[in-house]
């Protein structure tokens, strides 16, 4: 059983910058694919970013491509999201997710192939 808790949401101004951690616990944190998605009300969860096990791979949601940066560090557990170039449109809730990924250059880019959930990070970007 993997617990994820993700930090460093919060209110910023269109043009900023904010950087999400995600830490892991419970869990062989390398063996697992590791993701980010976000969430508005009424709307389906959206996917934002993946990195495999490894961190050899790395895809980002066409909305976020050239803004965000997944990395990952599997010594402390942690993956991070970094968001720049933020507009009114990124706001949302934005959860973790890990997935079992039996090969280590995988990348999980569906919300179903992922087995464990943070409560998730608000993220408010005012105009």
């Known amino acids: 059983q993997v617990q994820l808790v993700e930090s460093g949401g919060g209110l910023v101004q269109a043009g900023g910058s904010l950087r999400l951690s995600c830490a892991a616990s419970g869990g062989t944190f390398s063996s697992y694919a590791m993701g980010w998605f976000r969430q508005t009300p009424g709307k389906e969860r959206e996917f934002v970013a993946a990195i495999s096990s490894n961190s050899r791979s790395t895809r980002y949601g066409d909305s976020v491509k050239g803004r965000f940066t997944i990395s990952r560090d599997n010594a402390k557990n942690t993956v991070n999201l970094q968001l720049n170039s933020l507009n009114p449109e990124d706001t949302a809730i934005y959860y973790c997710?890990?997935?079992?990924?039996?090969?280590?250059?995988?990348?999980?880019?569906?919300?179903?192939?992922?087995?464990?959930w943070g409560q998730g990070t608000q993220v408010t970007v005012s105009a």
């Open positions: 997710a890990a997935g079992p990924s039996r090969l280590q250059f995988v990348v999980l880019l569906k919300s179903n192939e992922y087995a464990y």
